[in-house]
């Protein structure tokens, strides 16, 4: 039985181009002739949409997004824009619809209606127990920003244990020991939002490894992810540990607050303590000095999760896959 892939061959297009014009996407705009010549090819192939997307025809195809993030928590949260960016870019590219974002907690959520969904993409961080509720209703899960071992899904994740550790490693060739970290960790939740599961931030984990394999002391100063938190977290550093030369922050606006909460100080950067962070948000290479951060591939992230699905979808591939996406470590006057 051909497949999307047979058909865009034959008729020199790309896959895309199939795809949408197989959905009867309206929005499209494709010359009569390419459009039916697509159709005749996959009339002559004997393509059938409802051999690849089971009980439902290619034309209904649409997706949920599951997140754990508030509306105001999402704001101060680039790195997870970007994601959802980036699912939402790539679904409009194969006509792939979105139904509905979906904000848990959600109490007494109906997890049988994710049944009637293509795939279901979720972001943030989901007790194993709902993850699996999802998987009961719907094969097509795709996980996206996760670290631990879930076998059973399609886990999208970043590289950040190896970045931070580049980082690490480039302040330790300055000459510096007296490395802190700062930043939050995750807590797990339900649909209930009944959890006390906290997730251990994959960039804590690895600066504790690092720290640990130099035999050095590590110093952790625990925060929320708000710039506001920066700043308290910078005033906590200065106080309790004022022999710390370097600093790792996990993101990019509470790097901001710490910024601030140094300066206001009278604490020098770098020359009396260095700054790397996560997230390189657009601003970053525009403060004084200039913040050398990790720009993810968070934008591809989300663009992968829409191809794990179609593949599932078009091509029945019915093996878990987990998929990293590399960063870019951008250095600047900061360290």
Do not use: C
Request: charged share 30%.
């Amino acid at each position: 039985m051909a497949g999307i892939r047979e058909i865009a061959k034959i008729a020199g297009v790309s896959q895309a181009t199939v795809s949408r014009v197989l959905n009867r996407d309206k929005k499209f705009s494709v010359s009569e002739a390419t459009r039916n010549n697509i159709l005749e090819i996959a009339n002559e192939l004997q393509y059938n949409p409802k051999n690849s997307v089971k009980s439902k025809s290619v034309d209904r195809l649409s997706i949920v997004i599951i997140t754990t993030l508030s509306k105001d928590s999402e704001i101060n949260e680039p790195y997870f824009i970007s994601i959802r960016n980036g699912v939402e870019k790539e679904a409009a590219e194969w006509g792939v619809r979105i139904m509905d974002l979906i904000r848990f907690p959600q109490a007494d959520f109906d997890y049988e209606r994710l049944a009637s969904y293509g795939g279901v993409v979720v972001i943030g961080a989901l007790t194993e127990e709902s993850l699996n509720k999802i998987y009961e209703q719907n094969k097509n899960l795709i996980v996206v920003d996760e670290h631990r071992f879930l076998p059973k899904y399609d886990v999208i994740e970043n590289d950040f244990q190896y970045q931070i550790k580049e980082e690490l490693d480039i302040l330790a060739s300055k000459g510096h020991q007296q490395i802190a970290y700062i930043g939050g960790n995750a807590t797990l939740v339900d649909e209930n939002g009944q959890s006390s599961q906290v997730l251990r931030d994959i960039r804590e984990t690895s600066y504790v490894e690092w720290m640990e394999s130099k035999k050095h002391q590590e110093i952790i100063i625990s925060s929320n992810w708000t710039t506001e938190s920066g700043v308290t977290a910078a005033d906590e550093l200065l106080k309790n540990h004022p022999e710390v030369t370097a600093v790792v922050v996990a993101s990019d606006p509470l790097a901001i607050g710490v910024y601030r909460g140094l300066q206001k100080k009278g604490k020098k950067i770098p020359e009396e303590i260095a700054i790397f962070s996560f997230d390189d948000v657009k601003t970053a290479e525009y403060m004084v000095p200039s913040l050398s951060t990790v720009k993810p591939g968070s934008e591809e992230m989300g663009k992968m999760a829409i191809r794990l699905i179609r593949d599932r979808l078009f091509y029945h591939r019915e093996i878990p896959i987990r998929v990293m996406v590399p960063s870019d470590l951008n250095k600047r006057e900061s360290i």
